[in-house]
């Protein structure tokens, strides 16, 4: 997996706009904006990801810069940045919590929802062990 770190004013470019507003299939421009983001942006390393203690804040529109990832995760470090810049299903409590803790009631969540999320940060930390296990990971 790579991670692409790019300024977010290119979102407000004419070349973005067009792309956006072109008649162009979904998958079409998608792949054009993935070109424009590597054209104009920077890869970045996960170390180098998690050191921006601004990296979250692409919901709070306060980040001059934001972050894409190209491919699949290869191990659980790459996984933790993958779930915050995109979606990692074993992940998803973790951004819930984060940036939508209203849900977490009663009234709002159920038990097997809960469940679901617990699931899922099982699994990954069964594969994170499991990495360590195997040496993939050096501790």
């Known amino acids: 997996m790579k991670i692409y770190?790019?300024?977010?004013?290119?979102?407000?470019?004419?070349?973005?706009?067009?792309?956006?507003?072109?008649?162009?299939?979904?998958?079409?421009?998608?792949?054009?904006?993935?070109?424009?983001?590597?054209?104009?942006?920077?890869e970045v390393t996960v170390q180098e990801y998690f050191s921006d203690g601004k990296r979250i804040s692409r919901y709070l529109c306060d980040s001059k810069y934001l972050?894409?990832?190209?491919?699949k995760p290869s191990n659980s470090f790459e996984r933790l940045a993958f779930s915050e810049i995109d979606y990692d299903d074993d992940l998803s409590y973790f951004n819930l919590k984060k940036y939508h803790p209203e849900d977490l009631t009663e009234s709002r969540t159920c038990w097997e929802e809960m469940e679901y999320y617990a699931d899922g940060m099982y699994y990954f930390i069964e594969a994170l062990k499991h990495e360590i296990a195997s040496g993939n990971i050096k501790y």
């Open 5 to 42: 770190r790019y300024n977010r004013s290119i979102t407000e470019t004419k070349e973005w706009q067009d792309i956006l507003n072109s008649t162009d299939s979904y998958k079409e421009r998608d792949k054009l904006l993935d070109e424009l983001i590597k054209k104009n942006g920077n």
């Open 67 to 71: 972050y894409k990832c190209f491919g």
